[in-house]
């Protein structure tokens, strides 16, 4: 088998809603990789499938409502079989979280300390002392002033970037080989954004742990991504290098999306490009045929395959789909 | 000349406390602010969240109250005055619209389009309900909305749709300034470049002014003419929009802009290092472009339609020294 393991490995997974008596797929067959020391970014727009995607990995999902199927396969565990009890052990320990919005992800009555001390009472046996060495490590490790001070405050008395620093904190706290951050500076102003990401940076960089970062935001991709796999309706329709991706997009939606990025413009009629249609809702979404071919109406049926499947159209660059050999945007020739 | 002058507009909320709970100091909202608006140009005003942005165009359109300064309309004085039901003031009320971030909140879920969209016209035009409803059907088409939206309720429609009826709304009084309060943050990529669109479209057809509000230097760039900074209540730095992108003399404009997400990954490593120089002069040069108590200093003319909030006395040695440094790369 292949020398280098992959930290994660997610095979066809298919998450599914219950609406009445039927499921319907919010990730449909999403299969992906997580190597060590690499951050892995997963773009769309909201309701392809990215949040969804980030939960079901972390097992955060109701199982009354909710179906699940494939594998997530971590050291050898699948952790779609495992139980709550054993998920806990790897919630916080293997797997960090961190979420877009820092205020609801902590608690307003604990102390910054009790809040990051708490994970590691769970999954250490670090005793008192230690526990406040590392917390103090830590709150150093991501750049908060004054440590001693600020981990007797409380979540309100912190502006948001320096929340954002604490649900870092804690996500970091066992030194989870996995971290998953869905959105984790759409809340937050540019020049705070870009410290933070430089400190995930920094910190994937000493720690050498795989994260996966979930955004909608191209600019934060192209600033600290290494792989990019771009989601449309539940699925991946196109996974390469950041470098590859922004230089050489291939499937018709990369291409709209960042065709449709505001830029200065070059005269008075210059337009946006505007993605026809609207992204179908979970209950109406085809389930065979090419699913952005709705939204591409120019493009013959030909041009589709009936049932599109990632294609490596060159080394590490997938694409769905043949219809990106044949797309061009409306009004522009091949 | 412009319509529409904000004078040295000042917006100051007290904080209350102690025993009596009388007025111990006050938030400076805004402190002393200039603004000229003319006819058919998009000024857009940039700042990071709590710098005072909403709160100018608000006071603009009258919901919230200017402690002073002045707002002149055609010449007239209208400071706090655009709720009043005077008919003297009937044309500003009529002529300043808004948009807001939040399309679904700020419509009435009981209403129907027609209503929604119809209700500015109500208020001014002595129209005949067929009158108003052709109007509707004009305005929801440059929208690119079907005739049929006219009778649905507004939770029926996506966000990018909502957000288009609310542009609808604003055009329909027939006015000459709208101020665009964020009007795209909540919207994804694809339908931002929709609203933007169809915004830039009916500027056109209308020849409509824009105070476009927002905290994207990305969407501010693509709509706007002229450019504000926006840094603790006061504009740090004002001009054409070529002038403060190309050109940005305050640290505090420096700093935001490159803190923008540069699309091109193969210059990242270049980018952060430019970045993190440029955070470090904020922090080293603070007091050259902050007085001692953190005020932004007064506007002065730097060039040709382009102020910037520089220390009063003589040019600083060292700052002519980092307009040389930093002026080819942007």
Not at chain 1, 137 to 148: C, D, K
Not at chain 2, 68 to 79: N, R
Not at chain 2, 268 to 287: C, G, I, L, P, S
């Amino acid at each position: 088998m292949a020398v280098e393991r992959s930290l994660l490995e997610v095979n066809n997974l298919e998450t599914g809603f219950r609406f009445g008596d039927v499921y319907h797929n919010a990730v449909d067959g999403v299969s992906l990789t997580l190597k060590n020391n690499e951050i892995l970014a997963i773009v769309g727009e909201s309701g392809c499938g990215k949040s969804t995607l980030a939960t079901s990995i972390m097992g955060l999902h109701d199982p009354k409502n909710t179906e699940i199927k494939g594998e997530v396969l971590y050291k050898d565990l699948n952790l779609l079989d495992l139980n709550e009890k054993l998920y806990n052990r790897i919630r916080g320990n293997d797997i960090g979280m961190i979420f877009q919005d820092p205020l609801g992800s902590l608690n307003p009555l604990m102390t910054i300390y009790n809040q990051i001390s708490e994970s590691l009472e769970y999954h250490s046996d670090l005793n008192e002392d230690e526990r406040k060495v590392r917390v103090l490590e830590l709150l150093n490790q991501v750049g908060i002033p004054r440590p001693e001070q600020i981990m007797k405050a409380y979540p309100h008395e912190l502006s948001g970037g320096m929340r954002q620093r604490v649900v870092i904190a804690i996500a970091l706290a066992n030194k989870p080989p996995i971290i998953i951050a869905d959105e984790p500076t759409t809340a937050l102003d540019v020049t705070i954004q870009a410290q933070i990401l430089d400190l995930m940076i920094d910190i994937q960089d000493e720690t050498g742990s795989g994260i996966i970062l979930i955004t909608h935001d191209l600019g934060v991709v192209a600033e600290t991504a290494d792989r990019v796999a771009v989601m449309y309706a539940g699925q991946i329709v196109e996974e390469a290098p950041v470098e590859e991706l922004f230089a050489n997009p291939k499937h018709p939606y990369t291409r709209s999306l960042l065709n449709s990025i505001p830029h200065e413009l070059e005269s008075d009629d210059d337009e946006l490009h505007v993605i026809h249609g609207t992204v179908p809702s979970l209950s109406k979404l085809p389930r065979k045929g090419c699913r952005f071919a709705p939204r591409i109406p120019w493009i013959s049926e030909e041009a589709h395959e009936e049932n599109p499947v990632l294609h490596e159209v060159s080394p590490n660059h997938k694409v769905r789909c043949t219809c990106w050999k044949h797309f061009h945007f409306e009004g522009e020739e091949k | 000349m412009g319509f529409i002058e904000v004078k040295d507009l000042k917006v100051h909320y007290p904080i209350r406390g102690g025993v009596l709970n009388t007025i111990q100091d006050h938030v400076k909202a805004v402190d002393g602010v200039n603004l000229t608006i003319e006819g058919g140009k998009t000024y857009g005003l940039v700042g990071e969240s709590g710098s005072g942005k909403t709160t100018i165009g608000k006071t603009i359109i009258g919901l919230e109250k200017a402690t002073s300064g002045q707002i002149l309309y055609e010449g007239q004085e209208v400071t706090n005055k655009a709720r009043s039901r005077q008919k003297k003031y009937a044309a500003y009320n009529k002529d300043v619209q808004m948009i807001f971030q939040d399309a679904t909140s700020s419509m009435n879920p009981k209403k129907r389009i027609l209503d929604v969209i119809a209700e500015p016209m109500r208020n001014y035009f002595d129209y005949t309900p067929d009158e108003i409803k052709r109007k509707v059907v004009d305005l929801l088409e440059i929208v690119g909305m079907n005739a049929e939206a006219m009778y649905k309720y507004p939770h029926e429609f996506s966000g990018g749709q909502r957000q288009r009826i609310g542009v609808a709304r604003a055009v329909a009084s027939d006015p000459k300034l709208i101020i665009a309060d964020e009007p795209t943050s909540a919207l994804d990529l694809s339908v931002q470049a929709q609203v933007l669109n169809f915004m830039r479209r009916i500027q056109k057809e209308y020849n409509l002014s824009y105070l476009f509000i927002s905290h994207d230097l990305g969407v501010v760039q693509h709509m706007s003419d002229d450019i504000a900074i926006m840094h603790k209540g006061r504009f740090v730095e004002q001009g054409s929009k070529s002038a403060v992108y190309t050109n940005p003399q305050h640290i505090y404009t420096k700093r935001l802009l490159s803190a923008i997400p540069d699309m091109d990954p193969t210059t990242r490593a270049a980018h952060k290092v430019e970045r993190q120089r440029v955070e470090a002069a904020y922090d080293a040069q603070e007091t050259d472009y902050y007085d001692p108590d953190g005020r932004v200093y007064d506007l002065q003319q730097f060039g040709d339609n382009h102020l910037v909030a520089l220390k009063p006395e003589e040019p600083n040695a060292s700052l002519q020294n980092e307009n040389v440094k930093t002026g080819g790369e942007r």
